[in-house]
C-alpha cells in the first residue's frame, strides 16, 4: 500500500499528545523550549503542515530523540485520540478485514476534511496493492508542498497463510443454522432495465471507455449540458480532474485509483448559468463539480463514474445554480445537505457562543484591572483597611491613637522658586517631587522588610496629605507598630537625599527640604462621603509642623520626645545633634537634628545605586551645603518683590 500524505496539519492533536504522553520532565523540557499551554491553542483552527513538521523536529531536539522514533510515538498516540474524540464507531464499522479498510481511507479522509470540518486541507491518498512487500518511506516537493510517499508491508495471519483466499463472510441464522455466505463473482441473470431508465436513475453519471470516449451520461447532464448531440466526446472535454491531486487524467491511473473518490469539476456552463447570465450582466455561477466513485464494466474495458453533486451545504448547491429537487430521492446527498446546514447552524451557534465566552473572559479580566485600579485610587486617599470597611459599608468612627509619629515637611525656598519659575514649570518640579516621596511611601508599604545591599529595612507610614509645597506623613496610625518612629525618621532622611536629585529650572539649584518631625497622641478618621479623605489632627501635628519651621533648610529637626524614644528601643543607631528649644505656640520644646541612621547608608534607605563618584554612604550628598550662598541671594531677593507687591 502507497500512502501519499498530502495534509496532517487538521486540528492540533500534537499538543494533546505531548501534554499527555510524555513523562513530566521532558513536558517540562518542552515548556523551557517556549510551547506555549494547551489552553492557548485553538482546536478549531488547522495549522500549516510546515509547522507540524518543525514543531516535531524541534520536539525531537528538546526530547533527546529521532524525529521518526516521535512519529512513531504520535501514531500510537493518535489511534487512542481519534477513538477517545468520538470515532472508534466509525473505524470499527468501515470495513471487515484490513484491504477494505485501507481502500476506504481515502473516503473517510474526505469526509473528515470537506464534511465534518469544511477544512481547506487535503487528506492523505491511498493506494493499496497487495503484492508489495518491501517497506520505504520517501519524500518529495511538489508545487502544492511536501508529499510523502510510504509503503506498508501486508502479511496475512495464521488463519489465511495456507492458501485460503481473503473471503468477506456475512453469518446469517435461519431455523438455528447458521449459513456461511462466501462473495460470488459469478455473472447474475441481466436485471430487466433499459439504458434510459439506468441514466434516469442515476443522473449525474458518465460512463466511457478505454479511449476516454464518453458512451452515456444521466439525464441531469444530458439535459442541462446540450450533450446530446455531441459525437464523440471524450471525458477530458467536458470535465477537469480536482481529486486526487498530481494525478493525470487518463484511463490507466483511474484504474490504478479506483478506490480512490474521484471529484470533476464540470468545464462548460450549463442552461440555467448562461440564463442567470444574461440576466445578471456577466456574473457567473460556479461551475457544477461531481463527485463519486470509479467502477470497472465489461472485464475492464469501460469505467463508469457514479457520482452525485459535490455540495455538502445549502450554500454549495446556490453557489453552483441547483437545488434539492435536482437530485433523487435515494441519494443520500439530499439528507447529507440538510443535515450538515443544521450541523454548521450548530457550529455557528457554538462558535458565537465561544466568542460570547471570550468577550466575557476579556470584560472580567477588564473589570479586574479597573477594580484594582479603583482600589488604588481609593487607597490613596485612605488606608486599606479603610476602604475595605467603606466597601462594606461600615460606619468608620474616629480613632485615637495614644503614641503616633509625624512627619511635617516643606520647601523654605518655595517663595523663591515661585517668582523664577513659571506655573507650569513649578508644578512639573513639584511633580517630581511627590513622585519621589510617593515612591518611597509605596516602597515601605509593598513590604516590611525591603531587602538592600546588606540587611533590610522595616517601613509602615502611611501619606496623609500633600498640599502645595507640604507633605505630611503618619507613622503607627491606622496600623499601630512599635518601630513607627524608627521608620519615620529613615524616610525623612530619605526624603532629604531624593529631594537635593532635583534641579530648579532658570535656577540651576538642588531643591532644599526641612522636615519637623513630632511624636504624641493624634485623632483619625475619615471625612466626606463622596469622596472620602483620611485625617490625621491633634496637637501632635501641629507641634511638628512648628518644629519644622525653626529647621534649617536641608535638614530635619526634632522633638526631644523623639530622639528619647529611639534612643531608648534602638540603642542610639540614629546620630543628633541639640538645637535648643523652641517656642511651639503653647510651650518651649527642646529640639536635635537629626544626622544619620550608623547602620543604614543613605543609598541603602532609599533603594538606589550609587555613582562612582558619589560617597559610599551618601550622607556626605545629603548634608551637602551645594548653592546655600546662592540659594540666600535668591530668598532676600524674593522677599524685596514681595514687599514691592504688598505696598502695590
Not at 51 to 76: C, H, K, M, P
Not at 216 to 240: M, P, R, S
Not at 288 to 316: C, E, W, Y
Not at 598 to 603: H, I, T
Amino acid at each position: 500500500m502507497d500512502g501519499k500524505s498530502e495534509g496532517i496539519g487538521r486540528q492540533n492533536s500534537s499538543s494533546p499528545f505531548i501534554f499527555s504522553t510524555l513523562s513530566t520532565t521532558t513536558q517540562r523540557k518542552w515548556k523551557k523550549a517556549g510551547f506555549v499551554s494547551t489552553e492557548d491553542i485553538s482546536m478549531q483552527t488547522y495549522y500549516d503542515d510546515a509547522e507540524t513538521f518543525r514543531l516535531f523536529r524541534v520536539a525531537s531536539t528538546v526530547i533527546g530523540v529521532s524525529v521518526d522514533q516521535l512519529w512513531e510515538w504520535y501514531g500510537d498516540f493518535l489511534v487512542t485520540y481519534a477513538c477517545e474524540t468520538g470515532w472508534e464507531k466509525m473505524l470499527t464499522c468501515m470495513a471487515g478485514n484490513l484491504q477494505e479498510f485501507l481502500d476506504n481511507l481515502n473516503a473517510m479522509h474526505y469526509f473528515i476534511d470537506q464534511i465534518a470540518f469544511k477544512s481547506e486541507m487535503k487528506g492523505p491518498t491511498f493506494k493499496c496493492d497487495p503484492q508489495i512487500s518491501v517497506v520505504e518511506r520517501t519524500q518529495e516537493r511538489r508545487k502544492s508542498g511536501m508529499v510523502d510517499h510510504v509503503i506498508f508491508s501486508i502479511s496475512p495471519d495464521d488463519q489465511h497463510k495456507a492458501g485460503q483466499r481473503l473471503a468477506h463472510k456475512f453469518r446469517k441464522e435461519r431455523n438455528n443454522i447458521d449459513i456461511i455466505i462466501e462473495e460470488d463473482e459469478s455473472v447474475s441473470p441481466a436485471p430487466p432495465i433499459t439504458l434510459r431508465d439506468f441514466n434516469r436513475i442515476f443522473p449525474y453519471h458518465i460512463c466511457f471507455n478505454k479511449q476516454m470516449v464518453v458512451e452515456h451520461v444521466g439525464v441531469f447532464l444530458l439535459n442541462e449540458y446540450n450533450l446530446a448531440d455531441k459525437k464523440a466526446l471524450k471525458l477530458t472535454d467536458i470535465v477537469q480532474l480536482i481529486q486526487p491531486t498530481d494525478v493525470q487524467l487518463t484511463f490507466k491511473n483511474i484504474m490504478t485509483y479506483l478506490n480512490t473518490l474521484f471529484i470533476f469539476q464540470l468545464k462548460v456552463q450549463s442552461k440555467r448559468n448562461e440564463e442567470e447570465l444574461a440576466k445578471k450582466a456577466g456574473i457567473l455561477n460556479q461551475p457544477l463539480s461531481l463527485k463519486g466513485q470509479m467502477m470497472m464494466l465489461s472485464g475492464g474495458n469501460s469505467i463508469i463514474f457514479l457520482a452525485s453533486p459535490h455540495a455538502t451545504s445549502v450554500r454549495d448547491i446556490l453557489n453552483v445554480n441547483l437545488f434539492i429537487s435536482d437530485m433523487p430521492m435515494h441519494d443520500a446527498t439530499r439528507d447529507l445537505i440538510m443535515l450538515n446546514q443544521s450541523r454548521m447552524c450548530q457550529m455557528e451557534l457554538n462558535k458565537r457562543l465561544e466568542e460570547t465566552s471570550k468577550k466575557m473572559k476579556g470584560c472580567a479580566e477588564e473589570l479586574e484591572k479597573r477594580k484594582t485600579q479603583t482600589d488604588h485610587l481609593l487607597f490613596q486617599f485612605v488606608p486599606q483597611q479603610i476602604a475595605e470597611a467603606l466597601r462594606q459599608h461600615r460606619p468608620i468612627e474616629a480613632q485615637t491613637f495614644n503614641e503616633s509619629t509625624v512627619l511635617v515637611s516643606d520647601l523654605p525656598d518655595f517663595l523663591s522658586i515661585c517668582f523664577n519659575t513659571s506655573p507650569t514649570e513649578l508644578i512639573t518640579l513639584l511633580t517630581d517631587i511627590f513622585h519621589r516621596f510617593d515612591r518611597l511611601i509605596h516602597l515601605y508599604k509593598a513590604s516590611s522588610n525591603i531587602l538592600t545591599s546588606n540587611s533590610s529595612i522595616s517601613l509602615q507610614v502611611y501619606k496623609v496629605v500633600s498640599l502645595m509645597d507640604s507633605y505630611l506623613v503618619v507613622g503607627g496610625v491606622p496600623t499601630s507598630r512599635p518601630d513607627h518612629t524608627e521608620s519615620i525618621l529613615n524616610l525623612a532622611l530619605g526624603m532629604i537625599l531624593e529631594a537635593r536629585q532635583v534641579t530648579v529650572p532658570n535656577l540651576d539649584l538642588p531643591v532644599r527640604l526641612r522636615i519637623g518631625i513630632m511624636i504624641g497622641p493624634v485623632v483619625a478618621g475619615v471625612v466626606s462621603e463622596r469622596k472620602p479623605r483620611f485625617c490625621v489632627l491633634g496637637d501632635t501635628v501641629l507641634t511638628a509642623k512648628q518644629i519644622g519651621t525653626y529647621c534649617d533648610a536641608g535638614k530635619i529637626l526634632v522633638g526631644n520626645a523623639v530622639r528619647t524614644a529611639v534612643t531608648k528601643s534602638l540603642k542610639s543607631i540614629f546620630v543628633f545633634t541639640s538645637k535648643g528649644y523652641v517656642d511651639t505656640g503653647v510651650h518651649k520644646t527642646l529640639t536635635h537634628y537629626l544626622e544619620k541612621n550608623e547602620q543604614k547608608s543613605a543609598w541603602d534607605i532609599i533603594d538606589r545605586e550609587k555613582a562612582p563618584e558619589q560617597s559610599i554612604d551618601g550622607y556626605k550628598e545629603l548634608h551637602s551645603k551645594e548653592g546655600a550662598p546662592q540659594w540666600e541671594a535668591i530668598t532676600m531677593e524674593a522677599q524685596k518683590q514681595q514687599e514691592v507687591r504688598n505696598i502695590n
